[in-house]
C-alpha cells in the first residue's frame, strides 16, 4: 500500500488549478444512464471513484469512451446487464445511484446495498422509500435491491426524513422519466444537486427549484444526450485553503466557485487571513502567522460542510486558543483525532463522541498515522505539514479516491512530500 511522507514545517505557497468536483463527476455519470443518446462529461477528475464507476458501466456493457483530457463519453443504450455487483458497490458507496436511473428507464434493476462505511451505518431508507413511492417494486434478495417497474414509475409527493445529499439526487433522477409530476421536500441544496440538475434538464428533463428545499419534477417520456462541464471541487478548494492557512501561506487557487465556499471563507477569515475573490479566483494569505482558533457546527449546505471538518480540527490544532468543532452529520467522524492526538494535539472528544475540544499547542510532531476515511486521511496530511520532523500517512488509497495528484500539487506548493510504493 502507498503512503505519503511529509517533512513539515515549511508554508504552502503558490498558485493551483482546482480539478472537477468528485461528487458531481460521480453522480452524473450515473444520471447518464437516463440518457437515449451519448452523454459527454468534461472537466471529470482522475480519480479512484471515477474509475470505480467507468468499471461499473463497463460492467453492465456500457460503451464508455475516455479522451486525454478526461472527457468521458457514454452510450448508456448499449447497457447489457441490469446489475451493479457487491464488488464494486461496497467500494464506493456513491455506485449505489445507479439504481434509480436503471429503473427509470429500463424498468428493472438489481444493485447490491452499499453497506456498512467507516463513517457511520449510512443508511440508504430514504432512497428506497422515494423510489417506492414513485412506484417501484423493491425485494431484498442475498444483499441485493431487486428493484422493478411495471411501465414507467408515477410522480409522487415526497417528504425526506433526513437531508440527504444522496437521496435527493437518487429520487431528482428517477423522477425525470417518470410519468406526471414528482414534487420533493426537504431536499439537501448542495452544489453539486444542481450541477446534476443542469446536466438532467440539458439531456431535456424538466426540474424546478433545485438549490431549494423543495424540488419538482415533471416527468418526460425519455432524455436525450448532452455535453456537461462538472463544476470545480469545493472541497478540494477548501482542503487546499485551509492546508495555507494552516501552515501561515499564502496560496491562489483558480477554476474554482467563490459562491460555494463562503462558510468556510468566513471560518478562514476568522482565523485570521486576508481572502481576495474573483469570479473563478480565490487569494488566501496568511502573512506567514499562526492561525486563530475558530469553533463550527457541520450541518448541510450552506452550513459548514461535514467533509472539510477533520481539515479544519487539523489546523486548529496548533492555533492560538481553542476551538470547539461539532459534527451533526455524521455519526464516528472524528477517527483522525486520535491520530493528531499521536502527533501531539490536544483534543477532546465530548457529547457521545459529536464534539471535538480543541487546545492550540505550539507545535505537532511528525508520526507514523493513517485513517480509514478519505477526508480523515486528508487532514493528516496538513497535520504531517504543520508538525515539525517526518510523519508518514499510511493507507493514502483513500485520498487517491478523492484528490487528483495530491502529492504532485503540494510539490508545487512548496511541501516536501513525497509517495512511496508499499
Ligand atoms: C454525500 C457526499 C459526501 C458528503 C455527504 C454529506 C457524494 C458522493 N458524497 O454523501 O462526500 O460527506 O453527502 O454532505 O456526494 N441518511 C439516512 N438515510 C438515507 C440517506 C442518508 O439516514 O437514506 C443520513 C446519513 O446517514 C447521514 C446524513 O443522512 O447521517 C447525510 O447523508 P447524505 O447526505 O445522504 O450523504 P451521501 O449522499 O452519502
Redesign the pocket.
Known sequence: MDKLIISGGSSINGELRISGA??SA??ILAASLLGNEPVRICNVPHLRDITTMIELLGCMGIEVVIDEKMSIEIHANTIKKFTAPYDLVKTM??SFLVLGPMLAHYGKAEVSLPGGCAI????????LRGLEALGAEIVMDEGYVKASVDGRLKGAHIFFD??????TEHIMMAATLAEGQTIMENC?R?P?IVDLADCLIAMGADIHGVGTDTIVVNGVEELGGCTHKVIPDRVEAGTFLIAAAATGGCIKLKDVMPEHLEILLLKLKEAGADITCGTDWIELDMHGMKPRAVDLVTA?YPAF???LQAQMIAMNTIAQGSATVTET???NRFMHVHEMNRMGANIKLEGNNTTAIIKGVETLKGAPVMANDLRASVSLVIAGLIASGETEVDRIYHIDRGYEQIEEKLQSLGAKIRRVAG
Open positions: 468528485k461528487n460521480v453522480t458507496r456513491a457511520g451505518p449510512r443508511p440508504v431508507d430514504q432512497h433526513v437531508k440527504t445529499v444522496g437521496g439537501a448542495e453539486e448541510p460542510p461535514t467533509d452529520v455524521f455519526e
